[in-house]
């Protein structure tokens, strides 16, 4: 079963607006939430994380928010730019000792000029 | 470039064959994972590694593969007589040992085609 879904394979945004992507995930033990950018023929790049026990969190233009009692975060670009443009893949981690991490299946961002 | 480095970043074998992927991470990070990637979706877990000593593995890992970290350095997976459901990118990262929660670093993946 997909524990962690990323609903919308795609999303098209104009340079300067806001690009929002979002996750649901069905696991209540899972406490740490994590956003990573990945371009083709590259490995996933860290974006931003938040942990259970805050709402949001802000990393200069991206902010995620965490909404617990309804199982979803969301991953807000401000302003978007054409270098933005790749595969989003929200992950998520139960909090045991090892920390392995759950991916959704993607979101392909395309921002244009 | 201090990041995580994996080797060969394409591998293109005949069923059958037998194939062994290598990943370095970053230095000071004790922790390693191994993921696989398949088209349209994300990547799934399939062992990790904490110093040399492997403590999970996926039901994805079949007899088939195999991983090790014999110095708590370097790692290597191994997949013996490939199949053509192997095709997929093997991606490893590596994770600082420290409280709380942290990141995980990925290399840039290996790409096996089999053929």
């Known amino acids: 079963d997909q524990q962690v879904k990323q609903n919308s394979p795609s999303l098209s945004v104009q340079e300067g607006r806001i690009s929002i992507l979002n996750c649901d995930y069905t696991?209540?033990?899972?406490?740490?939430f994590l956003w990573y950018k990945k371009y083709p023929a590259e490995g996933p790049t860290f974006l931003i994380s938040i942990s259970s026990i805050k709402d949001k969190n802000e990393d200069g233009r991206f902010t995620v928010f965490l909404n617990k009692s309804a199982k979803h975060l969301s991953l807000h670009i401000v302003p978007s730019q054409p270098g933005d443009s790749a595969v989003y893949f929200c992950a998520a981690s139960d909090g045991t000792g090892f920390q392995k991490l759950v991916f959704g299946t993607g979101t392909r961002l395309l921002v244009s000029p | 470039d201090t990041g995580v480095s994996q080797d060969p970043r394409h591998k293109i074998t005949k069923r059958g064959q037998n194939v062994t992927f290598r990943c370095d991470p970053i230095s000071e990070h004790n922790r390693l994972y191994w993921y696989r990637q398949t088209l349209g979706q994300g990547p799934e877990f399939l062992t990790y590694f904490q110093n040399e000593a492997q403590l999970e593995k996926s039901r994805l890992l079949s007899d088939r593969f195999s991983a090790e970290r014999p110095k708590g350095s370097f790692s290597t997976l191994e997949i013996q007589r490939t199949e053509q459901g192997d095709s997929a990118m093997y991606l490893c990262?590596?994770?600082?040992?420290?409280?709380?929660?942290?990141?995980?670093?990925f290399g840039p993946g290996t790409r096996l085609t089999v053929l």
């Open positions: 696991n209540s033990m899972f406490d740490y």
């Open positions: 990262a590596s994770r600082a040992l420290a409280g709380g929660y942290n990141e995980q670093f």
